[in-house]
């Protein structure tokens, strides 16, 4: 199973994302954000990092990169799309997913282990997970504030589409604690903590993390 | 005081007193009694004077301002230098494969890795502009690691500000830590530990040392020098701006003056974004084998890496200063030659390469520019629109500048200062007053939880930090495959460094040396951030030079070796220098990680043990210092034979899988050690204190640890049989809501209160902040 990963100019979580899909069972394939070529791939990571320094808006010029031309023209097929971190503003300035990330309310980065309780079960990427799960994986920004309008946050939330939600504390001012996000068909999520940085007791709060990258590996094989 | 800048402008285009012709060499060679601006560039008479008697006339402008950055103190250790070279005479160490010189020294890890550490200072700019000067503090140390060939994996700091409560500690300590965390968060290096603290002598002074270890093959190392005539010069990375021109004369090498000018124009810009695509250009121009030196440009510039890299190579090279990229076209010569801007790097290249080189600089974005070549001779030669503006030897502007045997003398005050005892203050007898002066330590701002300036730092990037803040050691994983890794403290007490630099060096070196071993590692290296005042001061030189004497005695009886460090001078506000603050590094290597010893107690029912002697010892005492205000007496004695026995042991143990907690005991005593242990994972722990309790929870005698274990009758016979006294302390247990530090017939410290006090410290200080949860204020959300 290949899983694709791409790197931008900035992208620095894309060793752990690697790791991750390679502890996870599956094949890490390493993704150049200029070449028009996603090699095949099953699926694609949008790792954490500061692609482009934030600079105009965190996520905004990467969203421009030649390759997430063809992510979004894929993802539309339903090719399994993960943005962790810098990789949910990615996804929201390339208009995948809905709202967009804002500097966090108390104007800190903040890294500490959360506590997220998963809500879906049943996309391509939380489907190892039981609905209501408590799990404890990383957070770690500065930008991770997510909101939409009052409207669009009624419909998210009407729509089931809130994956994971932050629980015993809000660790930026996200809108009603929203952690991570997909898209209508549950093929595309975005999320601001970092599951990749879960995957090993040794190196993470938990293991908790492994079930994203697991769960695409079923979500492939049944496609 | 006229500004370096200000200097040189008028220089080149002012009126006055050289011509607005710009100042070539062949001026310089009809004009010999020019007046120039040496003395504001911080040159004095006799410095000037030798710069003449070199190169036979007067300096160009360009030469002078080359000369004037790289005399400074900051870049020729001129005063520090010949007490320096007692590292050199260390014992040879088959683990160091370069030393000190280099950019950073290298040590030998096994398995053929090799691995690069450095601390560097950025004390001035950082009280200047804190965020910026914190920030470029991380950029500049990083650069430094890259260039040995090393990837960088990590970074620590070690801070230092003035009272905790005072207004500009609230000044600078957020803009620090924020620019140490937006620099490295940026770069993608996890932050794997580092020091807070605060004293009444930084005030006006703060300490921001940063620390940078990488990795890399043995046969990957790089070296700064400058070989094979025609080879081709490049600068890459950053475009060369006004910023931070004289950083290292003005603002490192001179004394804060209170009533002074401002002097943020000296302080440089960083842009981590840059220089993360300079890391990984870097990696993979040093992958293909693309360079055959390499040096990146920090205090001064480019003339320290064209003097140096030229002088470590066979001497000549020219450079064409017109095709350098500028972000500001009206910059003079001497100001490109002179500026700080950050994330620069300079390579020599085989001619054959330099397309190949070039090719990868454009895949990362990168900016590289031919700027000149290696040449034949020995000499430096910089040209400007056709004309030549320097020809210098480069050995006399990089290695041959000015060597101070300073004045020194015992501190006058030393005698009354040592002769004032600590343990004559009044101490607490009763379970109560304990109690208090328990609290009172453990929630001080030295002692308090400092999950507010590590939350801030990213510790998980790269997926391999195996310990973190608040651990005593950071270590980091750095093969997945055989899980050999590394362990790195930083520790620089003053206070015992005030009373006696040279048994506080020591100490700073045992603690950090401790600090390692606690986390199961082997000690095999160690670097330097040497912070003191003014050594135009010769109180404040002897007592640089006692601290130099005890590093190096210090090291030579542990069998380490110095592989490099850095000197900080002109740490003082007007008269009065900062307590001397030699911050002391230890490197250690895991040959399985998995086998760390983590500091936090997880589990019921284990024998807390303490490993060493305690002493009635609280000479620069936590508790003297927070309870009574009090600095006198003698530090803690050392006694570097019973670390080595310490530290053997803690290895074994972590080996064996003895033990499944250690945390020294230092600063604050078994106090500081318990509260920590505990309420890492909120476990407590019923204790017994036998003798004098006081001197239990306070004493800072230096070789102790506490440990827990499941099997305390080995650890009993392998401490007896390593030479290192135990004494059982209790049981731990009791979690959730009940769970305290219970010292029997003494005490009884419930966790939370105990976590309520330790935690609300800074957080009082700077501000909590909390995110408001779930609701987002009107007007604050983008209509869609």
């Given at each position: ?223 | 005081?006229?500004?370096?800048t200000e200097g040189l402008s008028e220089l080149d285009t002012g009126p006055g ?350 900016l590289a520019t031919v700027i000149g070549e290696v040449t034949e001779g020995d ?400 007007g604050a959300v983008p209509t869609s």
């Amino acid at each position: 199973m290949r899983i694709g990963i791409i790197t931008f100019p900035g992208s620095l979580d894309d060793v752990d994302a690697a790791r991750a899909v390679r502890l996870a069972g599956g094949e890490p394939v390493a993704l150049w954000h200029a070449e028009h070529d996603l090699q095949d791939v099953d699926a694609v990571v949008l790792p954490g990092g500061f692609s482009y320094g934030d600079y105009l808006r965190a996520g905004a010029i990467a969203a421009r990169a030649p390759l997430m031309q063809d992510v979004v023209e894929r993802a539309r097929q339903g090719l399994p799309v993960l943005g962790i971190c810098n990789g949910f503003q990615v996804l929201c300035e390339a208009g995948l997913l809905p709202g967009a990330l804002t500097r966090n309310s108390h104007l800190h980065f903040r890294n500490r282990d959360q506590v997220l309780g998963v809500e879906r079960a049943d996309t391509a990427w939380t489907s190892s997970y039981a609905t209501g799960q408590r799990i404890v994986i990383p957070v770690k920004n500065g930008e991770g504030r997510f909101v939409a309008s009052d409207g669009d946050l009624d419909r998210i939330e009407g729509e089931g589409r809130v994956v994971v939600r932050y629980l015993d504390g809000n660790p930026n001012g996200s809108s009603r604690d929203i952690a991570g996000v997909t898209s209508e068909n549950g093929r595309v999520v975005g999320l601001m903590p970092h599951p990749e940085h879960a995957v090993e007791d040794l190196t993470g709060p938990s293991t908790d993390g492994l079930g994203f990258f697991t769960s695409v590996l079923k979500a492939v094989v049944n496609a | 005081m006229t500004s370096a800048t200000e200097g040189l402008s008028e220089l080149d285009t002012g009126p006055g007193r050289l011509s607005a012709r710009l100042d070539t060499v062949e001026l310089a060679g009809t004009t010999p009694d020019d007046e120039q601006p040496y003395a504001e560039l911080g040159l004095k008479d006799d410095e000037y004077a030798r710069i003449k008697d070199i190169l036979g006339r007067r300096p160009t402008t360009a030469e002078l301002a080359m000369y004037s950055v790289m005399w400074s103190e900051h870049c020729s250790y001129k005063s520090s230098k010949v007490h320096l070279r007692q590292f050199g005479d260390l014992p040879h160490s088959d683990a160091l494969l370069v030393g000190i010189g280099e950019n950073a020294g290298v040590v030998d890890v096994g398995d053929g890795y090799a691995v690069t550490f450095k601390v560097e200072s950025h004390n001035h700019p950082s009280y200047v502009e804190p965020y910026q000067g914190a920030a470029t503090g991380v950029g500049g140390i990083v650069r430094d690691i890259l260039t040995m060939g090393a990837r960088p994996i990590a970074v620590m700091d070690s801070l230092r500000f003035g009272p905790a409560d005072a207004p500009d500690t609230a000044r600078v300590l957020p803009g620090v830590v924020a620019g140490v965390g937006g620099y490295g968060n940026c770069l993608g290096l996890p932050n794997i530990g580092g020091e807070l603290l605060f004293d009444e002598c930084y005030a006006g002074n703060p300490l921001v040392n940063a620390l940078c270890v990488g990795v890399m093959r043995h046969e990957d190392v790089r070296l700064a020098k400058a070989e094979g005539v025609g080879n081709k010069v490049i600068l890459f990375g950053a475009r060369t701006g006004g910023d931070g021109i004289g950083g290292v004369s003005v603002l490192a090498s001179e004394t804060f003056d209170a009533e002074g000018p401002a002097k943020r124009p000296s302080v440089q810009v960083g842009d981590p974004f840059m220089e993360k695509l300079l890391i990984e250009a870097c990696l993979e121009i040093f992958g293909q084998d693309l360079v055959t030196g390499i040096q990146d440009l920090g205090g001064a510039g480019l003339s320290c890496a064209t003097s140096e890299l030229a002088s470590a190579g066979t001497g000549g090279m020219h450079v064409d200063l017109d095709t350098v990229p500028l972000r500001d076209s009206t910059l003079t010569p001497a100001e490109i030659l002179m500026s700080e801007s950050q994330e620069r790097m300079c390579a020599i290249v085989e001619p054959g390469k330099v397309d190949q080189f070039l090719a990868v600089c454009r895949k990362w974005d990168v900016l590289a520019t031919v700027i000149g070549e290696v040449t034949e001779g020995d000499r430096l030669t910089v040209d400007w629109h056709g004309e030549r503006i320097i020809d210098v030897p480069p050995r006399t502007v990089a290695h041959e500048g000015p060597v101070y045997e300073r004045p020194m003398a015992r501190p006058a005050d030393l005698d009354r200062l040592q002769a004032d005892d600590a343990g004559k203050l009044p101490r607490p007898t009763t379970g109560a007053e304990l109690q208090a002066h328990w609290l009172a330590v453990i929630s001080s701002p030295d002692g308090a939880d400092k999950t507010w300036v590590t939350e801030q730092y990213d510790r998980y990037v790269r997926g391999n930090t195996v310990l973190a803040q608040p651990e005593d050691a950071g270590v980091v994983r750095i093969d997945e495959d055989s899980h050999r890794g590394i362990a790195l403290a930083l520790d620089g007490n003053a206070r015992y460094a005030r009373l006696d630099p040279y048994t506080g060096t020591q100490l700073n070196l045992a603690e950090a040396y401790r600090n390692v071993a606690v986390s199961g590692a082997t000690p095999l290296a160690v670097t330097n951030c040497l912070n003191f005042g003014s050594p135009e001061e010769p109180e404040v030189m002897w007592q640089f030079a006692e601290a130099v004497r005890g590093l190096a005695d210090g090291c030579r009886e542990l069998g380490l070796p110095v592989t490099g460090g850095n000197v900080s001078l002109y740490n003082q506000t007007g008269d009065v220098p900062i307590n001397p603050t030699p911050v002391i590094g230890v490197l250690g290597v895991h040959e399985d990680v998995r086998r760390r010893i983590p500091g936090g107690w997880r589990a019921d029912g284990e024998t807390v043990l303490l490993l060493g002697e305690t002493r009635e010892e609280f000479g620069g005492s936590a508790w003297a210092s927070v309870v009574h205000g009090h600095l006198g007496g003698r530090p803690p004695t050392v006694d570097l034979a019973a670390e080595r026995r310490l530290g053997e042991l803690l290895a074994a143990l972590g080996r064996d899988g003895l033990v499944s907690s250690a945390h020294d005991v230092a600063d604050g005593g078994l106090a500081q050690t318990l509260t920590e242990s505990a309420l890492r994972y909120g476990v407590g722990a019923r204790l017994r204190l036998d003798g004098d309790p006081f001197a239990a929870l306070f004493s800072e005698s230096a070789a102790r640890a506490v440990v827990t274990t499941n099997d305390p009758g080995a650890v009993t016979t392998a401490a007896q049989e390593a030479g290192v006294a135990v004494t059982e302390l209790g049981t731990t247990g009791g979690d959730g809501p009940d769970a305290a530090l219970v010292v029997q017939d003494l005490l009884e410290l419930r966790l939370d209160e105990l976590r309520a006090a330790w935690t609300a410290t800074l957080p009082a200080l700077f501000g909590t902040p909390e995110a408001t949860v779930g609701r987002v204020p009107a007007g604050a959300v983008p209509t869609s």
